[in-house]
């Protein structure tokens, strides 16, 4: 099946820096959403891309589809940033699932 | 429009007991989904509908049941509780198309079950 890696595992940053998050995955893609997962372990939808570039406020996310990865984008985090940011892919023509990155645990001091 | 919805938040079940998650939607989209996410994991999918009546199974469907009798509603059964099935389980809905954006998938708040 189709691969997801994230990069990096873990990100600590002081509140008001900027961080990208990498997703690379194995094979063409027919979605791609990236999910913050917060400390209370909801998932909250960031992004629909399965390729292109969209923006969202502070965030923002660029899939380059036929080169198998996308990337996130946080500018001047804050602590409600912090939690864990998954990259879920679903591969096309086959399976109906997403799968999951293993995601990357992001920190945002104060 | 409350989106995707799951009941219990939290259960707590011992050895062999029996249970049905609640999942329910109500953006009238024809796929859904059963996921669990294991401690410091991502999501893995149980089972998937394409539609009321049509169910298949995902990638860990061993001790799970589902059913999909309404476009709505689509229950998770645990018959035999194991601890192997503690985990936090997350439902999901999408409107599969070919309109741009038809197959982002929406999830619940997900229920927390712990097997002693």
């Known amino acids: 099946g189709i691969q997801v890696e994230q990069s990096p595992p873990d990100l600590i940053l002081q509140e008001g820096a900027n961080s990208t998050l990498r997703c690379n995955f194995s094979?063409?893609?027919?979605?791609l959403q990236w999910f913050h997962q917060n400390p209370w372990g909801q998932l909250i939808n960031l992004f629909y891309?399965?390729?292109g570039t969209k923006q969202n406020g502070r965030l923002s996310a660029t899939t380059v589809a036929t080169e198998r990865y996308s990337l996130l984008y946080i500018s001047s985090s804050q602590t409600t940033d912090s939690g864990v940011y998954f990259c879920?892919?679903?591969?096309?023509?086959?399976?109906?699932?997403?799968?999951f990155g293993s995601g990357t645990q992001l920190t945002v001091l104060p | 429009n409350a989106g995707v919805t799951q009941t219990p938040k939290f259960r707590i079940l011992k050895i062999g007991q029996s249970m049905t998650l609640q999942c329910t939607q109500d953006?009238?989209?024809?796929?859904m989904y059963w996921y669990r996410q294991d401690p410091g994991m991502g999501l893995k999918l149980i089972y998937y509908?394409?539609?009321?009546?049509?169910?298949d199974k995902g990638e860990v469907p061993n001790g799970y049941n589902v059913s999909r009798s309404t476009t709505e509603d689509f229950p998770l059964r645990l018959e035999l509780a194991a601890p192997s099935q503690t985990s936090v389980y997350f439902c999901?809905?999408?409107?599969?198309?070919?309109?741009?954006?038809?197959?982002?998938?929406?999830f619940g708040p997900g229920t927390r079950l712990t097997v002693l």
């Open positions: 999901a809905s999408s409107q599969q198309g070919p309109l741009a954006g038809a197959n982002e998938q929406f």
């Open positions: 094979d063409s893609v027919n979605n």
């Open positions: 891309i399965p390729s």
């Open positions: 879920a892919v679903r591969a096309s023509g086959s399976a109906r699932q997403l799968t």
């Open positions: 953006m009238n989209h024809n796929y």
């Open positions: 509908s394409v539609g009321a009546g049509i169910t």
